[in-house]
């Protein structure tokens, strides 16, 4: 059960009606500490479902660190899980019953040191408790923050499951972890996962302890069978490279009082030896110093300062929310691929709308749209392994090749119609060039019979005009006749009057 010491382990991530916050000042009372800022720093943390013995497990390796590398540490041949050593195992919170009872994330206050001799440096270790995934209050995104945070955080993460490793704990490392490629950006985002498998159901076909857990990696884990669907080793291929390095370990049952005994408080005395001799193997393994695997950021080991640092930027990064999680990852991933590879298409279709003048045009265009079309997708940043990406690439390439074919029978046929047109044209010339006789006498029947209409015009209104003109003539000539009469008469009158003046 719980006592007093229990409370000594501090909460530095807070995770209230799921939303998580960082405890800035709890966070810098341990790691900013004169004795340990500047040391590298190994930190350890476990993680999986709720309820299934992680705060209890990290009793031990605290046990180890406080026995073995504290003020007053043991006789190097010494058993630190000797009961003579003390009995009670309580420093971690841990408790009966069904309901979760670790929030967040919490750090053990005491930062231990432990020698590395290869490097002749002191390297700091630190202890993390997570908040189970798949509790009760938590939602799914949640559980995914803080599996990725405490993950981006450690250098060591103990993925704790029950009775076996199943499709179901590697789709939510896959799913969880996602998150950390996501939120670092980097294609291997994690350092060293090893998968606990609590209460080992099968040890008649392989051993508790590291030798099964290795043997049962290799079938779970880093087989890859034609057999089996490709999901599944794309799932495993997923996890494979979400971690530097994946280790598994098989424990065996601690025993009734542990497991389902409500008045169980820790005593060492009273739990299984078979479980104490396969934790202590692993904590062991873990702890040797030259096995100590110091928290590397891009790449970098980093202090306990820097780790600082860290917590400052993935909770700020957290702070503004995780993408939605789909509890199938597979369909969330999927979804975005094909959007991305949706919108890559549609840029690469608008600048295809073009006119060329050649193929050779036509074809140079295609590859710059292509590449640019590739380069939109390979930046948009999506959940999924290479392997996903590879997959969308291809489909986008497919997808342009095709549009692209539509495109070039476009070409095609335009280029066939303006040819016929051309064809067309130049027959209409030769035509005219091979009849040129034919075509002149056209042209001048033409022009003669316009000629000939004028000139009969012509002819006409001459005829008549020499019509008009001889009547007026023959009416002038009468008329003329006439008058002449009339003029002699006057003429006779005027010269008798003369004479009859020249008479008076
Ligand atoms: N069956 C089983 N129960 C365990 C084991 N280790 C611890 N427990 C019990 O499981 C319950 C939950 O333990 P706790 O450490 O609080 O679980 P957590 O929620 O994963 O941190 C307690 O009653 C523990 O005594 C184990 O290896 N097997
Ligand atoms: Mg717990």
Not at 158 to 168: E, F, P, S
């Amino acid at each position: 059960m719980a006592t007093e010491a229990v409370r000594r382990a501090v909460q530095i991530i807070r995770n209230d009606n799921n939303s998580i916050s960082l405890d800035v000042n709890a966070l810098q009372n341990i790691l900013l500490r004169d004795e340990i800022r500047n040391k590298k720093i190994c930190v350890l943390s476990i993680t999986g479902t709720f309820r299934q013995g992680k705060s209890f497990l990290l009793n031990f390796f605290l046990r180890y660190l406080k026995l073995k590398h504290g003020s007053s540490p043991l006789d190097p041949n010494s058993d630190w899980l000797d009961p003579i050593h003390g009995s009670h195992l309580s420093d971690f919170l841990w408790d009966h019953g069904s309901n979760a009872h670790t929030n967040g994330i919490l750090m053990w206050p005491e930062i231990f040191t432990i020698y590395k001799p290869s490097s002749n440096e002191e390297i700091a270790v630190v202890l993390l408790d997570t908040q189970g995934s798949y509790d009760n209050q938590t939602t799914v995104e949640n559980s995914a923050t803080i599996f990725a945070l405490s993950t981006m955080i450690s250098s060591v993460q103990i993925y704790n499951v029950m009775r076996n490793l199943n499709q179901n704990d590697l789709e939510s490392v896959e799913m969880f972890g996602q998150y950390g490629r996501l939120l670092t950006n980097d294609d291997c985002p994690f350092q060293d996962l090893w998968i606990l498998v609590r209460d080992w159901l099968a040890p008649y076909e392989r051993p508790f302890g590291i030798p099964g857990g290795e043997s049962l990696l290799q079938d779970r884990l880093y087989g890859q069978h034609d057999a089996l669907p490709d999901e599944i080793n794309e799932q495993r291929n997923n996890v494979r490279n979400l971690f530097q390095t994946i280790n598994c370990s098989l424990l065996p049952f601690p025993g009734e009082r542990v497991a389902a005994d409500h008045t169980f408080n820790g005593d060492l005395n009273e739990i299984n030896d078979n479980f104490k001799r396969y934790v202590k193997q692993l904590v062991e393994r873990i702890f040797e110093p030259e096995n100590l695997v110091i928290k590397r950021f891009n790449g970098e080991e980093i202090t306990a300062n820097d780790l600082f640092q860290c917590f400052g930027t993935y909770t700020e990064i957290l702070g503004d929310g995780l993408p939605h999680v789909e509890t199938r990852l597979a369909a969330t991933i999927n979804n975005q691929h094909n959007d991305a590879v949706e919108s890559s298409f549609e840029l690469y279709d608008r600048q295809m709308h073009h006119n060329f003048s050649s193929i050779l045009l036509l074809n140079n265009h295609h590859e710059s749209c292509k590449t640019r079309a590739l380069d939109n997708y390979h930046n948009t940043r999506l959940l999924g392994s290479s392997l996903v990406y590879d997959r969308y690439e291809q489909r986008l390439i497919r997808k342009m090749d095709e549009r692209f074919s539509i495109y070039r029978e476009r070409f095609d046929f335009d280029r066939d119609r303006q040819l016929e047109r051309e064809r067309r044209r130049n027959q209409q010339v030769s035509l005219q060039q091979f009849r040129p006789s034919q075509s002149s006498s056209l042209v001048s029947r033409e022009s003669l019979s316009t000629e000939t209409i004028i000139l009969q015009s012509l002819r006409i209104a001459t005829g008549l005009a020499a019509i008009g003109f001889g009547i007026y003539e023959i009416i002038r000539q009468s008329s003329r006749d006439t008058g002449n009469s009339n003029t002699n008469n006057s003429s006779s009158t005027r010269r008798y009057s003369t004479d009859d003046s020249d008479s008076t």
